[in-house]
């Protein structure tokens, strides 16, 4: 089992739906982050949290450390929303490596 | 605007040649990691450095290694580079006050 599961791992929308990605882990944690990769792009980062709520624009991001649960919503989804995203912690052990989640491809049709 | 760069975007090398991949950040970053990015198989990493000279294995080290003689740059080495290490390559250095990583743009690297 690995120690970074996202779901779905592949989501297709209509342009304006409520989109919802969620990451579960199973290892101590000092932060959690969602990033962003665009097809045949680099890698962005979008948040960076460790407990409660991030929100930019259109974009909210929610931890719940008990449950080791953490989610990604996208409101008003739109075209330019689709890529990759994905889920990924810094574990308490190591040089603040990250462990990934195998990521959600995202396609919002319009 | 804090940036990691990486030495190429493409890269096409043969079978058996010494490959180069060279990362830079300007952020005085002490760590820094350099990770391979396959379909099906995620991120996964290679090599990590935690301050100049230093270096620890990732989870997938072989067939390659790392170098790091100055703080912003940290490089990877391919010493015979196999088809097997066709894939996507990317930089990466982290704030170890808040955690946060950035990511350098990746370099495709195809192996003939």
């Known amino acids: 089992k690995n120690e970074v599961e996202q779901s779905p791992q592949n989501l297709t929308a209509q342009e304006g739906e409520f989109i919802t990605i969620n990451c579960s882990y199973s290892v101590g944690i000092s932060a959690l982050h969602w990033l962003q990769q665009h097809p045949g792009g680099g890698i962005v980062s979008l948040f960076m949290?460790?407990?409660g709520k991030k929100k930019h624009g259109r974009l909210i991001a929610t931890i719940n450390i008990q449950e080791k649960h953490s989610s990604l919503h996208i409101t008003a989804s739109h075209p330019r929303d689709s890529a990759v995203y994905i889920c990924?912690?810094?574990?308490?052990?190591?040089?603040?490596?990250?462990?990934f989640g195998q990521g959600t491809r995202l396609t919002i049709n319009p | 605007d804090v940036k990691v760069t990486q030495s190429s975007r493409y890269l096409v090398k043969r079978t058996g040649e010494k490959v180069f991949l060279e990362c830079v950040q300007d952020?005085?970053?002490?760590?820094m990691f350099w990770y391979r990015q396959d379909p099906g198989l995620g991120l996964r990493l290679i090599y990590f450095?935690?301050?100049?000279?230093?270096?620890e294995k990732g989870d997938i080290p072989e067939g390659y290694s790392v170098s790091r003689e100055k703080k912003e740059r940290f490089s990877l080495i391919l010493e015979s580079a196999s088809t097997n290490q066709t894939s996507m390559y990317l930089c990466a250095s982290i704030n170890q006050e808040n955690y946060e990583q950035y990511f350098g743009p990746g370099t495709r690297l195809t192996v003939t």
């Open positions: 450095s935690y301050d100049v000279k230093m270096k």
């Open positions: 990924a912690v810094t574990s308490l052990q190591g040089a603040q490596k990250l462990v």
């Open positions: 949290l460790s407990s």
């Open positions: 952020m005085d970053h002490e760590n």
